[in-house]
C-alpha cells in the first residue's frame, strides 16, 4: 500500500514527539529539572506572541512563531548544543551545522515534497539569521534562557563557569540586534546580578 | 518604582514556565513518562502547522497556532482535567470552566492590559469552540493524544477503561468536527486498534 500525504503527516508528527526528550542545558525556573527542547518551543513561541511589540519594521509575527515551532527539531538527532560548552566554541563549530543540516533534511524529508521544502526552507533562514524575522526569533533564543537563568540565581551560568562578559558576547549583542529596547533592560538586570555575586 | 510594561511581561513570562510542570493523562510514544502541557501545546502548534491543508474554510492558521499556545495555560492553576476521567464527566464540568476562567483572568491579568484583554479573548474563543479557527484548534486538540495514544499501544486508554465507543463519541465527533477526512483515516485506525484487542 502506497503511503498517503496524511500517513506521511502522521508519521512527522509522531517523531517529532522525541524532541520532548532532548535535554536542554539550563533548568526550569524552580530547578526541579533541565528544560527539554519541545517546552522551550512552546515557551519562545509565547515570547513571541508578548514581545510583538519590540519586533522591528517588517517582522511578520506569524511567521516568527513557524519559524520557532519548527527550529531545535534537528536536535531530535544532533542533542543540544549548549551556548556555553567548550568555552562557547562548540555551539557554532561547522561538524555541527552539518549534522542539523543532515537532520533537517532527513526530518522534513518525512513529509509530503512541497510541505517539507517549505519547512526546510524556514529552518535554513532562521539559521542564517539575516531576514528581519529570523534576527527577531534569533533573538528570542537567547533571551528565554538568559530570563530562566536570571530567575534561577544562575544556577545554570555557574555550571558552565559563565562570566558577565560571555553574556554580552554571546548572548547581548543577538538580543540588541533584534530587540534593543529588551537588551537595554537585561544588560542592567545581568550586571546588577553579577555584581552581587562576584562585587 | 513602577512597573514598566516589560516587567509586567517578563514576570508573566516566567509565571507562564510553571506549565511545564503540569502532567497530563497521555504518555510520550516511547512510554519513558507522562506528557506535560507545555510540550504538548507544542505539539499541537506543529500539528496546526503540517495539518493546514485539512483546515476547512475561513481558517487563519496563524491564529489558531495562537489559539494553541495560550490554550492550556489556565492549568497552571487548575491542572489538566483528564478527557476521559470520571467517565468522561469530569472535564466539561461547570465548576471546572469557572475554575478555568478564573486563572484566565489571574493570568492574562499579568499582561499590559489591552495586551492581556487580547489573548483573553483568544482564550474564550477557544474555549467557546464555534468560530472556524476554534473549531479547528479543538479539532488539533484531540487529535494529538489520540495519536499518541494509538502509537503507544493505548496504554493511556487501558488505564481509564476507554472503549472504542467512548473515543468515537469523546473524540471523533470533535475531530470529525473540524478534520473530516482526519477522522475517516483515524476512526479506520481506532477500529482496527480495538479489534485487535478485543476481537
Ligand atoms: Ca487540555
Excluded at 53 to 78: F, K, P, T, W
Excluded at 98 to 121: D, I, K, T
Amino acid at each position: 500500500m502506497s503511503q498517503t500525504e496524511l500517513d506521511r503527516q502522521f508519521a512527522f508528527l509522531a517523531e517529532a514527539d522525541k524532541l520532548k526528550s532532548v535535554e536542554r542545558a539550563n533548568t526550569l525556573i524552580d530547578l526541579s529539572r533541565r528544560e527539554n527542547s519541545a517546552e522551550h518551543s512552546w515557551h519562545l513561541a509565547l515570547y513571541a506572541l508578548v514581545l510583538e511589540g519590540q519586533a522591528g519594521e517588517g517582522v511578520d509575527i506569524s511567521r516568527v512563531i513557524r519559524m520557532l515551532i519548527l527550529h531545535d527539531l534537528v536536535e531530535i538527532d544532533v542533542g543540544d548544543v549548549p551556548l556555553h560548552s567548550a568555552d562557547g566554541q562548540a555551539h557554532d563549530a561547522p561538524e555541527i551545522h552539518a549534522a542539523e543540516a543532515a537532520a533537517a533534511r532527513r526530518l522534513f524529508g518525512m513529509l509530503p515534497a512541497s510541505q517539507g521544502q517549505a519547512f526546510l526552507a524556514l529552518w535554513e533562514e532562521f539559521e542564517a539569521a539575516e531576514t528581519p524575522d529570523a534576527v527577531f526569533a534569533k533573538s528570542l533564543d537567547r533571551t528565554q534562557p538568559l530570563i530562566q537563568n536570571l530567575a534561577s540565581d544562575g544556577i545554570g551560568w555557574a555550571e558552565y563557569g559563565v562570566t558577565c562578559q560571555h553574556i554580552e558576547d554571546r548572548v547581548g549583542a543577538r538580543i540588541a540586534r533584534g530587540m534593543p529596547a529588551v537588551w537595554a533592560e537585561l544588560e542592567r538586570r545581568v550586571r546588577s546580578f553579577f555584581n552581587a555575586v562576584d562585587p
